[in-house]
Every structure is written in C-alpha cells, then in structure tokens.
C-alpha cells in the first residue's frame, strides 16, 4: 500500500496558478474517477476541495480545479491568494480491498 | 451542522490497547460510512479504516490489519476503534470521517491524538 505520489514542494506568486500533481497506477487514480483533495492549514483539520476528481463541494471558490489523466490526477489553483498556503493531499479509492489511499501530501508556498 | 468528536486518545505503553470512540450528530449516522483516518506528528493523512452504514463490512490498512477493530453503534450514533498491540508508529492523531461519495470526506471530527511510548 504505497503512498500516491506527490510533489514535496510547489511555489507561486500572488494571482499565479499552480498546479500539483498526484500520481498512482491503474488499479487506484486510473482505474476510478474517485479522486478527491484535501487543504489542511497547521493545526487544523483538512477540508475537502475536491471530490469525484472535478467537484467542488459547496463553499470551495472556484479557483481550485480538478482532473486526471491516466493516473495523474491533478489539482489546479489559480488566482492564487496568501491564504491558500497549504499542505495538499490527494486522496483515491483503490478498490474493496485495499479501499484508500492518500497521497504523501505537498505544501504550497505563496510568494 | 454535522458533528464529529472523538475521544478516548492518550498515553499508552507499547503493547497495550486503547479505544477511541466517534460521537457523532446533525446527520442520519446509520445511513452513513465512517472512517478513521490518522496522521502522525509532522508527516501526512494515513487511511485507517472504514465501516459500512449497519457494521456488517469493514475494511483496514494492511498496517493495522488484526490488531484495529473497527465498529459502530447506531442507536448511540457512535464509532469505535478498539487498537491493541500498539506500536510507536501507531503514534497520531486520529480522525474520524464521513463523506459525500467514496473516498470523499467532508466532515471530520477535530481529532484525538494517541502517543504510544514507554
């Protein structure tokens, strides 16, 4: 059960985009659209961003977006803000066995 | 307003056991599936385990796997996991979680941290 990969670190500057990747194999990012992201700030509890590898839940701005590729999903933020420095974490069903897998997690620095 | 409150995190030897418990409210929890999700000092989101809406199907991480017990009780709208055999890298804080869809959890309790260590 190895981690989806991540990057470690992404930067960007105020009102740029950013986009972090998150790769897995055809048996979990691949084999499902069942891909969710996850923001988590220091100390607090992660909040979903994105689920179903393209929704956003209500109340999430529309500056983050979703998608994948083969098993590359990816989560794009664009018109990047100060607030959105972050740690990030992919999140994907893997099937009824192993269920769910996260990601190693990435932090984004604004700046 | 969805509620989730866990408790029940705390010092423990290595080897021994703890139970952690998932108060939950403001939504039909018998119509739900709950997880528990950890994440060690530092490091990122570990999935733990989860349980469907009547208990009857459980899932866990091959890390947990025979020594976490998960389990619920609907009439008391309360998760369980029952851990033994604690390890130190068992050391996190713990989350439970409900979702929108699979893999999708867009309610989390504020967590409850267990430090295994002599």
């Known amino acids: 059960q190895s981690a989806l990969t991540q990057p470690r670190s992404v930067s960007g500057s105020p009102g740029q985009s950013v986009t972090i990747s998150c790769t897995g194999t055809?048996?979990?990012?691949?084999?499902?659209?069942?891909v969710s992201w996850y923001q988590q700030h220091p100390g607090k509890v992660p909040e979903l961003m994105i689920y179903d590898v393209s929704k956003r839940p209500s109340g999430v701005p529309d500056r983050f977006s979703g998608s994948k590729s083969g098993n590359t999903a990816s989560l794009t933020i664009s018109g990047l803000q100060a607030e959105d420095e972050a740690d990030y974490y992919c999140?994907?069903?893997?099937?009824?066995?192993?269920?769910?897998?996260f990601g190693g997690g990435t932090k984004l620095t604004v700046l | 307003e969805v509620q989730l409150l866990e408790s029940g995190g705390g010092l423990v030897q290595p080897g021994g056991s703890l139970r952690l418990s998932c108060a939950a409210s403001?939504?039909?929890?018998?119509?739900?599936?709950i997880h528990w999700v950890r994440q060690a000092p530092g490091k990122g989101l570990v999935w733990v385990s989860r349980?469907?809406?009547?208990?009857?199907?459980?899932n866990y991480a091959d890390s947990v796997k025979g020594r976490f017990t998960i389990s619920r009780d609907n009439a008391k709208n309360t998760l369980y996991l029952q851990m033994n055999s604690l390890r130190a890298e068992d050391t996190a804080v713990y989350y439970c979680a409900t979702g929108i869809t699979v893999a999708a959890y867009g309610h989390w309790g504020q967590g409850t941290l267990v430090t295994v260590s002599s």
């Open positions: 403001g939504f039909t929890f018998s119509s739900s599936w």
């Open positions: 349980i469907n809406r009547d208990g009857s199907s459980t």
């Open positions: 055809s048996s979990d990012v691949g084999g499902y659209n069942l």
């Open positions: 999140c994907s069903f893997v099937g009824s066995y192993t269920y769910v897998l």
